[in-house]
């Protein structure tokens, strides 16, 4: 070896062991902290979010949180971490400084913990959905994200720490749907597993066996415990039915979402959230379907030797994508889960027993295996440029103009009128940043409300004419309306109705407010 060699293994050596400081991750996580609260102060909370903070609030109990997360197609353990809080406080940027911690907490698992190098570890931290998605955008995912890190972490002595695995992934059942198809997936891979090193494990004695089979116990009551929650009730009015009938066109862009997933880079625009910006180039539009199919193949090619972490993900990724066909084709927040599932794989994959093949194939194996580091490198730095191109543009243009309109009311004394609204899931991202416990009349459920009900009594194609005339049926003296839509002039002024104020251009595009008054007194 040469003196040039030499010196490239020795700043190679340095470099590597930077991550294993114990200022690294906790450089790391104060770097993320600073980022992430700089994007969280500009970041205005839109209805999804806002829809998880009034059902906390406004619930009476866990008791009356879990009927009414019925009709939301999640599990409760984001919600019912979020119900302590509002008994602290009524307003929702709490909420904010409670996920930013959870996912600045993932962040520094990772940077301790994963076997990946010091670049990857950092481009982590910052891609799009550990920043953004999972960090600034407030929803139940971070929650299972960091509970997913929790398994990986505890994966390497999973026998000796199997019950504190069940426990993470009983909890993170409880986060998602999508977390929950990942923690199915986990079990039963854990369980083949475990059938197939039982004989090896018989020195341990019986003890480890008894803590085995009650950690699987765990982890199936949580898995049953979650699917019973979400089963919806009679009366569900949002997504209601399954896909099962053949459509190649449909299976086709289920299939395209793992590009999505791999580089979630934004368009460089207003309307940025969920916008694909790799997707505009021509060569991708024709070969995004090949692309996400040699995804696929290319990790379960460098998987072949690792069995467990390969069945995890095959049947992690399959499970999704079924879910995404049948069910609910979600958005860029859900499909992140299929990159969580491979990044899970990679992580994992170091701690799992080795199959050796015939010599050929355990070249390919080989050569496979160390064309990870650079591939995955490659798809962090997107999602790094991702991330930090997502919190420039959420600075940069108001994500949600509920907080503006609410602020706006608070200011005139207005939050003390009796209000109606409509459509009920943008008006309400309104009623959350009121603080105080308000209610206002939904025209979609005909009922007063803060959080939406999503059920069967919401009714489509609500007029203006019918938002005004229940205005007047109130018979008050000053009736406050507010609209993500504009009244006709002439309708609004036949019936002496005065506008106040409109808040509109915002990246949910229909979460723009107008502000009506009714008055009837002289």
């Given at each position: 070896?040469?003196?040039?060699?030499?010196?490239?293994?020795?700043?190679?050596?340095?470099?590597?062991?930077?991550?294993?400081?114990?200022?690294?991750?906790?450089?790391?996580?104060?770097?993320?902290?600073?980022?992430?609260?700089?994007?969280?102060?500009?970041?205005?909370?839109?209805?999804?979010?806002?829809q998880?903070?009034?059902?906390?609030?406004?619930?009476?109990?866990?008791?009356?949180?879990?009927?009414?997360?019925?009709?939301?197609?999640?599990?409760?353990?984001?919600?019912?971490?979020?119900?302590?809080?509002?008994?602290?406080?009524?307003?929702?940027?709490?909420?904010?400084?409670?996920?930013?911690?959870?996912?600045?907490?993932?962040v520094?698992?990772?940077?301790?913990?994963?076997?990946?190098?010091?670049?990857?570890?950092?481009?982590?931290?910052?891609?799009?959905?550990?920043?953004?998605?999972?960090?600034?955008?407030?929803?139940?995912?971070?929650?299972?994200?960091?509970?997913?890190?929790?398994?990986?972490?505890?994966?390497?002595?999973?026998?000796?720490?199997?019950?504190?695995?069940s426990?993470?992934?009983?909890?993170?059942?409880?986060?998602?749907?999508?977390?929950?198809?990942?923690?199915?997936?986990?079990?039963?891979?854990?369980?083949?597993?475990?059938?197939?090193?039982?004989?090896q494990?018989?020195?341990?004695?019986?003890?480890?066996?008894?803590?085995?089979?009650?950690?699987?116990?765990?982890?199936?009551?949580?898995?049953?415990?979650?699917?019973?929650?979400?089963n919806?009730?009679?009366?569900?009015?949002?997504?209601?039915?399954?896909?099962?009938?053949?459509?190649?066109?449909?299976?086709?862009?289920?299939?395209?979402?793992?590009?999505r997933?791999?580089?979630?880079?934004?368009?460089?625009?207003?309307?940025?959230?969920?916008?694909?910006?790799?997707?505009?180039?021509?060569?991708?539009?024709?070969?995004?379907?090949?692309i996400?199919?040699?995804?696929?193949?290319?990790?379960?090619?460098?998987?072949?030797?690792?069995?467990?972490?390969?069945f995890?993900?095959?049947?992690?990724?399959?499970?999704?994508?079924?879910?995404?066909?049948?069910?609910?084709?979600?958005g860029?927040?859900?499909h992140?889960?299929?990159?969580?599932?491979?990044?899970?794989?990679?992580?994992?994959?170091n701690?799992?027993d080795?199959?050796?093949?015939?010599?050929?194939?355990?070249?390919?194996?080989?050569?496979?295996?160390?064309?990870?580091?650079?591939?995955?490198?490659?798809?962090?730095?997107?999602?790094?440029?991702?991330?930090?191109?997502?919190v420039?543009?959420?600075?940069?243009?108001?994500?949600?103009?509920?907080?503006?309109?609410?602020?706006?009311?608070?200011?005139?004394?207005?939050?003390?009128m009796?209000?109606?609204?409509?459509?009920?899931?943008?008006?309400?991202?309104?009623?959350?940043?009121?603080?105080?416990?308000?209610?206002?009349?939904?025209?979609?459920?005909?009922?007063?409300?803060?959080?939406?009900?999503?059920?069967?009594?919401?009714?489509?194609?609500?007029?203006?004419?019918?938002?005004?005339?229940?205005?007047?049926?109130?018979?008050?003296?000053?009736v406050?309306?507010?609209?993500?839509?504009?009244?006709?002039?002439?309708?609004?002024?036949?019936?002496?109705?005065?506008?106040?104020?409109?808040?509109?251009?915002?990246?949910?595009?229909?979460?723009?407010?107008?502000?009506?008054?009714?008055?009837?007194?002289?």
């Amino acid at each position: 070896m040469n003196q040039g060699q030499s010196r490239a293994l020795t700043t190679f050596n340095h470099y590597r062991k930077i991550g294993q400081t114990p200022a690294f991750p906790l450089v790391l996580t104060a770097v993320f902290l600073v980022v992430g609260g700089l994007g969280a102060i500009h970041h205005e909370m839109w209805r999804d979010e806002i829809q998880a903070w009034l059902l906390a609030r406004d619930s009476t109990g866990p008791i009356d949180l879990l009927s009414h997360m019925k009709y939301e197609g999640h599990p409760p353990l984001w919600h019912l971490l979020l119900m302590p809080l509002t008994r602290i406080t009524h307003a929702p940027a709490s909420m904010q400084i409670l996920h930013l911690l959870i996912a600045a907490t993932t962040v520094f698992l990772f940077a301790k913990y994963s076997p990946f190098t010091p670049l990857q570890k950092i481009l982590f931290s910052f891609g799009y959905f550990v920043l953004y998605e999972y960090g600034i955008v407030c929803r139940n995912y971070g929650i299972g994200f960091l509970l997913i890190c929790i398994f990986c972490i505890l994966f390497r002595n999973r026998y000796q720490r199997i019950i504190l695995i069940s426990i993470s992934l009983f909890l993170t059942s409880h986060t998602s749907v999508h977390a929950l198809i990942l923690t199915i997936c986990i079990t039963i891979g854990l369980g083949f597993e475990y059938i197939f090193k039982r004989k090896q494990l018989i020195d341990s004695g019986n003890t480890i066996h008894r803590k085995i089979w009650i950690g699987f116990s765990i982890m199936w009551i949580g898995i049953l415990t979650a699917i019973l929650q979400l089963n919806p009730p009679p009366d569900t009015g949002f997504a209601v039915g399954w896909k099962t009938n053949f459509d190649l066109s449909h299976l086709k862009n289920v299939i395209k979402i793992i590009t999505r997933a791999y580089f979630p880079i934004p368009k460089n625009q207003m309307h940025f959230w969920g916008s694909r910006w790799i997707e505009q180039f021509p060569i991708i539009q024709n070969w995004n379907l090949g692309i996400s199919i040699a995804i696929f193949i290319w990790t379960i090619a460098l998987l072949l030797r690792k069995p467990t972490a390969l069945f995890i993900y095959t049947s992690a990724m399959l499970g999704l994508l079924v879910f995404f066909y049948t069910k609910y084709f979600g958005g860029i927040r859900h499909h992140g889960f299929l990159f969580i599932a491979f990044l899970m794989a990679a992580w994992i994959s170091n701690d799992c027993d080795q199959t050796l093949f015939l010599k050929p194939l355990n070249i390919l194996c080989n050569w496979l295996e160390k064309s990870l580091p650079p591939i995955l490198t490659l798809i962090l730095v997107a999602h790094a440029s991702g991330g930090i191109r997502a919190v420039r543009l959420d600075k940069e243009h108001v994500f949600s103009h509920g907080k503006q309109t609410a602020q706006y009311i608070i200011g005139r004394s207005m939050n003390f009128m009796p209000i109606i609204g409509d459509m009920d899931y943008a008006v309400s991202t309104v009623v959350g940043y009121l603080e105080n416990p308000q209610q206002i009349h939904y025209m979609r459920g005909h009922r007063p409300g803060s959080f939406v009900r999503w059920d069967n009594k919401r009714h489509n194609g609500i007029s203006d004419e019918q938002v005004i005339q229940k205005a007047k049926n109130l018979e008050k003296d000053q009736v406050l309306i507010i609209l993500n839509r504009g009244l006709p002039d002439l309708l609004a002024k036949q019936n002496g109705i005065k506008k106040i104020s409109q808040f509109t251009n915002s990246t949910i595009g229909d979460e723009g407010f107008y502000l009506y008054l009714l008055e009837t007194s002289p």
